[in-house]
């Protein structure tokens, strides 16, 4: 692969507290990939035989309920590590990534985790970090589908992906990436013809804008007060 410039992770959570030499070490070791939108970059229940680190583009984490239901229960933007199943003392994946757009990844053999805990202790307290933050997300995630009616589980789903990946277009804040009606409906556990039903009503109300992939938030505030989180 090109060489990467270390300065170009230097900024990010597993890199931030080291040398620029050991992030030279680091990436010396690294492979990178492409990965087409839709493509699985690892499967819930595989072996866990490498770790990434996302560089472009999004994805999907899911997990499967036991009675076989998918259920999106996280997105993973870029310059986050994903698939760190040593981290959770796991040696199988505990859920299926997919890429969400096209998307290019660095990976490293589990079998180096260890050493990079050891060698570099800024890049432990960085990841174990970032997945403490993810783990609360997940819990989130699962705590509205416990208790909240669909209104404002599908609200808050759309306001999370406007907050991690929104970007400011002339209609509104436009979700960085394709998101189909069907994703919505395992993000929030719902049905694909209630989400339907919600987006079609908060178009005609002017709060989103929604075409096949693609949503487009155009009154972020009136989505924050569906949502029941204002204030």
Not at 216 to 231: D, F, K, M, Q, Y
Request: aromatic content about 6%.
């Amino acid at each position: 692969m090109p060489k990467l410039d270390e300065s170009l992770l230097s900024d990010l959570p597993p890199f931030c507290l080291l040398e620029k030499s050991q992030i030279r070490e680091i990436l010396d070791r690294a492979v990178s990939r492409r990965y087409e939108e839709g493509s699985a970059i690892f499967r819930e229940g595989h072996d866990a035989d490498r770790f990434y680190l996302l560089l472009d583009g999004y994805l999907r984490v899911v997990r499967t309920t036991p009675g076989g239901d998918q259920i999106i229960v996280l997105h993973i933007s870029p310059g986050q590590l994903f698939g760190i199943a040593p981290a959770l003392q796991r040696d199988t994946y505990p859920a299926t990534s997919i890429a969400a757009a096209e998307s290019i990844a660095l990976s490293w053999p589990t079998s180096l985790w260890p050493e990079f805990v050891a060698n570099y202790p800024g890049f432990a307290t960085e990841s174990y970090k970032t997945l403490g933050q993810r783990l609360g997300q997940i819990q989130d995630t699962l705590t509205e589908m416990a208790t909240q009616a669909v209104e404002k589980r599908v609200a808050c789903a759309l306001l999370r992906l406007v907050n991690q990946t929104g970007r400011k277009t002339e209609e509104g804040i436009e979700i960085a990436f394709p998101v189909t009606r069907h994703d919505i409906s395992e993000m929030t556990g719902t049905t694909l013809h209630t989400v339907s039903r919600l987006l079609s009503s908060w178009q005609k109300d002017g709060i989103v804008q929604s075409t096949r992939k693609h949503i487009v938030v155009t009154a972020p505030h009136r989505l924050v007060v569906l949502s029941g989180i204002e204030g």
